[in-house]
């Protein structure tokens, strides 16, 4: 099926009111001969930017459309629901509060997956600033950069590998939206990993060693954004992290991804455990008992380990001790 336009940008935000036009004009600003669409998921805003939306969907009729809203739906399906609405060959990523700062980023990145067919994706440095907008950091300055990130790299640094604002993606969820509702279905807060992860599944990417957008650090009382709300809200965010790699264990059984890579599940999963129990001790035996129970009953799980049940049994036994080992520490 021919794709309507070059290029989906999927923005989704929550009482961005402060930060929404920036946000829009670094996409309105963009110098390429790539025809785009922007793609607005905002999430029942109760701060004003539902009306900056609106006026910038007045002025730009064609090319601005809005996935409407009657209630609040949380950060994971709205961005579903986004993407489910895209219609570009390529999709581009930004939260209302981010922003790009590179006028030729489009064109660069749908330049070079037009000249590298086998390429699905590529991303680029990442610049870090403060609520104000001052600068912070710039992302992976240990590597050297113009080359490939693979499923290594996320083993490494997890979702600190690439921001999802750097990325430019070949449009795989075009026409079969259904096959990736885990990105709602697996946890409220979060996709980042989990879309990572689809990503290499499907090809290394390409990463520039320029930035080209920013990330907005924010971490206060009473933000709505995912950094502060993890920071308030620390115990119901480990719980959903959890539920989010039970989801990706199962999802990814049958990828393409190394079986260490997926036993990397499992380890994360061990510090989602040992994390509440450094918030609530007291909670320690009873999620001990559900980690016991889940890798007990999933035939997946079981799967990875080659061998009879009872080497599975005692590989169970040996990595529930070091797991509880490491809690008490």
Request: aromatic residues 10%; positive net charge.
């Given at each position: 099926m021919r794709a309507a336009v070059d290029i989906s940008v999927a923005i989704i935000t929550y009482n961005h009111k402060n930060y929404i036009e920036q946000a829009l004009e670094s996409v309105l600003s963009q110098k390429t001969d790539c025809t785009y669409e922007i793609?607005?998921?905002?999430?029942?805003?109760?701060?004003?930017?539902?009306?900056?939306?609106?006026?910038?969907a007045e002025e730009y009729k064609n090319i601005i459309?809005?996935?409407?809203?009657?209630?609040?739906v949380g950060p994971t399906k709205n961005l579903y629901d986004v993407i489910s609405s895209c219609k570009g060959k390529y999709i581009v990523f930004l939260e209302g509060d981010d922003y790009y700062t590179d006028i030729y980023k489009f064109q660069k990145q749908y330049d070079f997956?037009?000249?590298?067919?086998?390429?699905?994706?590529?991303?680029?440095?990442?610049?870090?600033?403060?609520?104000?907008?001052?600068?912070?950091?710039?992302?992976?300055?240990?590597?050297?950069?113009?080359?490939?990130?693979t499923e290594k790299h996320f083993e490494l640094y997890n979702t600190d590998m690439l921001h999802m604002n750097t990325i430019m993606l070949e449009n795989f969820f075009i026409g079969d939206m259904e096959k990736y509702d885990i990105i709602y279905k697996s946890n409220y807060w979060s996709a980042h990993s989990l879309l990572l992860l689809m990503i290499l599944n499907l090809t290394d990417i390409y990463v520039f060693s320029e930035p080209m957008s920013v990330w907005r650090q924010v971490n206060e009382v009473g933000a709505t954004n995912y950094t502060s709300q993890a920071s308030s809200k620390a115990l119901e965010m480990?719980?959903?992290?959890?539920?989010?790699?039970?989801?990706?264990?199962?999802?990814?059984?049958?990828?393409?991804?190394?079986?260490?890579?997926?036993?990397?599940?499992?380890?994360c999963y061990w510090n989602g455990i040992k994390k509440i129990s450094e918030i609530n001790p007291t909670d320690k035996a009873m999620w001990r008992k559900k980690y016991r129970a889940y890798l007990k009953k999933s035939e997946h799980i079981q799967a990875m380990f080659v061998g009879t049940v009872s080497d599975f049994s005692n590989t169970l036994n040996r990595l529930i001790h070091q797991i509880y080992r490491k809690i008490r520490r």
């Open positions: 793609v607005i998921g905002d999430d029942c805003s109760t701060d004003g930017t539902t009306e900056i939306i609106g006026r910038y459309r809005t996935v409407k809203r009657n209630k609040n997956l037009e000249s590298n067919e086998n390429i699905k994706a590529c991303a680029h440095r990442l610049e870090i600033v403060d609520k104000a907008g001052n600068h912070l950091l710039y992302t992976l300055s240990d590597l050297e950069l113009n080359s490939f990130m480990y719980e959903e992290k959890i539920k989010l790699y039970k989801a990706e264990l199962l999802y990814f059984k049958n990828s393409n991804l190394s079986l260490n890579f997926k036993k990397m599940f499992l380890l």
